[in-house]
């Protein structure tokens, strides 16, 4: 097998990562925008505002049982293995939605998918953060969702085009195309190494050295290549020494405080879902035509490039999310999505009410959404990801993030399953809701969400214990300094 070295493998694990998010991103935006079309509805019968929404977000519940799944048998498969599990079965799964005739048969389709995105979603991160050097780890991340996020336009765009079709390939040829950025990713796994922290955590001393000297070939000596690796080998042994990488250890408050960085976690992927993000990414074409009040085809067209601008805004947190740091973008930007959600429903309210000033709310609703969309992608969306891989211990942090992941796509399930029956029926206040939620978690974060910029990983043990005063943190102040230097080549910001 091929063996890369330096930038040419921290590349290589990026477009992994890169084509996992992409095809998330391309899965997120697919569907919502098919079910308006006449040939999605010729064929399934024009199913009702509430079956499509069950169409929609079933999918969310297979990915749901494959995060818990992942959590169960992912520490032991490995970061590599259980992503290409994953691959497998999307691939199956969006080979079943292509051929479906029946409601059944594409529900059926659906949650196979679901199943692989879970276990994709939640290892891809863990992978990029235990490769991704300290100083540009959010960087990295943001690299990823801003490939998720084209893979949002990208599919918003051939829905369009598509959408002046009216035979079922107007949906079954988008659908397949899931598979041009699966099967790649199979390809480039068969050629990257397992994560050192992973190998080092089960035992594979040697190999993961081996990856690590390979990984900084040519960037850093070699004795600092042995200070990192034993600096991972030094928090192991200290987690194992504790107890942590058992489902207990994940709701036990020990002196690396495992419980509170759990629920942490989990937190911050609810509060992404919850915030109302999804019910814009996939249902923007109804929300243009219901709420706002524009026409099919001006509605599909307008989705199109909210999308795209949600694909040009995701590079601004590139050059701040390690300047800024986590905290600063999440508490701005969030804080911005409550006000935006509140202007939305008074917006909207005078549309619903035909008002004098109905058309003039409409545009205004309408620059609300991109508005809603560029706060998030800055403050919110790539933070989500890196944060949970980064907060959680080593030994739980593939149980952990699958949890998490898991809590995301059952809040994603909900607001997928709610948005149409909501916007439908009560209208303008689905987004007072939305901005009474994203006002919430503001002073949740503020007081309990640490910073976490510059922090190699195994320093985020550090950072917990000594925030714990009631236990003896001896073995924390035991392990070497943090080493300054870079895990994997120079910064790119």
Request: glycine letters at 8%.
């Amino acid at each position: 097998m091929v063996k890369l070295k330096g930038n040419a493998l921290l590349i290589a694990v990026t477009a992994v990562t890169a084509l996992g998010f992409m095809q998330i991103g391309f899965d997120n935006g697919l569907m919502g925008g098919l079910v308006n079309q006449r040939a999605f509805n010729d064929t399934f019968n024009s199913p009702s505002p509430t079956m499509l929404g069950f169409i929609v977000s079933i999918m969310e519940i297979g990915a749901f049982i494959g995060s818990i799944c992942n959590a169960i048998v992912g520490e032991s498969l490995g970061r590599k293995k259980s992503i290409a599990v994953g691959v497998v079965v999307m691939i199956i799964g969006s080979l079943l939605q292509a051929t479906a005739y029946h409601r059944a048969h594409l529900v059926v389709g659906r949650i196979v998918t679901g199943f692989g995105l879970g276990i994709v979603n939640s290892t891809t991160p863990v992978m990029q953060a235990e490769f991704s050097p300290k100083a540009t780890r959010g960087l990295y991340v943001c690299m990823q969702l801003t490939t998720l996020n084209f893979g949002i336009v990208l599919v918003y765009w051939i829905d369009y085009a598509f959408s002046f079709h009216v035979n079922s390939y107007a949906w079954r040829v988008p659908i397949s195309l899931q598979c041009v950025f699966l099967i790649p990713m199979l390809i480039l796994l068969i050629i990257v190494d397992e994560t050192p922290r992973w190998l080092a955590a089960h035992d594979h001393h040697n190999e993961a050295l081996e990856v690590l000297r390979r990984l900084n070939n040519g960037k850093i000596s070699d004795s600092d290549v042995v200070a990192i690796y034993e600096d991972i080998l030094q928090t192991v042994s200290i987690e194992k020494a504790l107890g942590a990488g058992s489902w207990k250890d994940l709701l036990k408050n020990d002196e690396i405080q495992s419980q509170r960085r759990f629920f942490i976690a989990c937190g911050i992927q609810m509060f992404q879902q919850l915030g109302g993000i999804n019910a814009i990414i996939y249902y923007s074409g109804t929300i243009f035509q219901k709420s706002v009040g524009f026409s099919a085809h001006m509605s599909s067209l307008m989705s199109g490039f909210l999308q795209t601008w949600f694909f040009v805004a995701s590079f601004i947190p590139w050059l701040l999310i390690d300047r800024v740091g986590r905290r600063p973008l999440l508490l701005s930007m969030i804080s911005l999505m409550a006000v935006v959600m509140a202007v939305q429903s008074a917006l909207v309210r005078q549309i619903e009410m035909d008002t004098s000033i109905a058309h003039v709310s409409g545009i205004a609703a309408a620059v609300m959404l991109f508005v809603f969309e560029g706060a998030f992608t800055i403050g919110f969306q790539a933070t989500v990801w890196v944060y949970p891989s980064e907060i959680l211990p080593l030994r739980l942090r593939q149980r952990g993030s699958s949890i998490s992941t898991a809590a995301n796509w059952i809040c994603n399930y909900i607001i997928v399953q709610i948005t149409v029956p909501a916007v439908t029926n009560i209208g303008w206040r689905t987004y007072i809701i939305f901005a009474i939620l994203n006002g919430l978690w503001i002073p949740v974060i503020y007081f309990y969400f640490p910073e976490t910029k510059g922090l190699q990983l195994e320093d985020v043990d550090r950072l917990f214990a000594s925030q714990e005063e009631q236990v003896a943190d001896e073995p924390f102040h035991s392990k070497a300094n943090p080493v300054e230097i870079e895990m994997a080549g120079p910064a790119l910001a």
